[in-house]
């Protein structure tokens, strides 16, 4: 009896990491389905970039306007109740012209929205190790265009990372 109670714990516990491993796999992705259905012509006109964020897949080159956002953004990143070490980036946003100027008169609002994004990405170890790699900035700008489309509106086509510096204190 008492060697097959931890034979019955493993089991256990490799059906249960089975399990969580099934519940939390990634979902397919919009362009994924297209890709597999043969349907791609039919599915060009949104992809999802993994936050429940549909975005265009490519903006009309003729209706874009890029604003670059006047100052940098400096986010702390903190490590046993210190700072470790300091992210600064630089970001612009890709609207419409018409759109453009909405973007500098609530400048101040938005500015206030993608520093909450980058507070909990810095937070959530987000800026640790190799933070510059490809899912960690598509979940970055994933959820600094979200942020942007609940402050400003769906004319927000994607908020582009034109500079990002981190500065180990």
Same mark, same amino acid.
């Given at each position: =009896?008492?060697?097959? @109670?931890?034979?019955?714990?493993? +089991?256990?516990?490799?059906?249960?990491?089975?399990?969580?491993?099934? *519940?939390?796999?990634?979902?397919?992705?919009?362009?994924?389905?297209?890709?597999?259905?043969?349907?791609?012509? #039919?599915?060009?006109?949104?992809? &999802?970039?993994?936050?429940?964020?549909?975005? &265009?897949?490519?903006?009309?080159? #003729? #209706?874009?306007?890029?604003?670059?956002?006047?100052? %940098?953004?400096?986010?702390?990143? @903190?490590?046993?109740?210190?700072?470790?070490?300091?992210?600064? =980036?630089?970001?612009? +946003?890709?609207?419409?012209?018409? @759109?453009?100027?909405?973007? $500098? %008169?609530?400048?101040?609002?938005?500015? !206030?929205?993608?520093?909450? @994004? =980058?507070?909990?990405?810095? #937070?959530?170890?987000? $800026?640790?190790? %190799?933070?510059?790699?490809?899912?960690?900035?598509?979940?970055?700008?994933?959820?600094?265009? &979200?942020?942007?489309?609940?402050? +400003?509106? !769906? !004319? +927000?086509?994607?908020?582009?990372?034109? !500079?990002?510096?981190? %500065?180990? *204190?």
């Amino acid at each position: =009896m008492g060697k097959l @109670v931890p034979l019955l714990l493993a +089991i256990a516990g490799l059906a249960i990491g089975a399990g969580t491993g099934l *519940v939390l796999r990634p979902a397919e992705s919009t362009a994924e389905v297209c890709v597999e259905t043969g349907h791609g012509s #039919n599915c060009d006109a949104a992809v &999802e970039d993994g936050h429940g964020v549909e975005t &265009e897949a490519e903006p009309d080159p #003729n #209706n874009v306007y890029y604003v670059k956002l006047s100052k %940098q953004f400096v986010v702390p990143v @903190v490590k046993d109740n210190k700072v470790a070490s300091l992210v600064v =980036m630089s970001l612009s +946003i890709e609207t419409t012209p018409a @759109v453009g100027e909405v973007v $500098f %008169q609530r400048e101040p609002k938005l500015r !206030d929205a993608l520093l909450g @994004v =980058m507070f909990l990405h810095a #937070n959530s170890g987000g $800026f640790d190790g %190799q933070f510059t790699g490809g899912e960690a900035m598509r979940d970055l700008r994933g959820s600094l265009l &979200e942020a942007a489309r609940d402050v +400003i509106g !769906d !004319d +927000i086509y994607s908020v582009l990372v034109t !500079d990002i510096l981190r %500065q180990d *204190v």
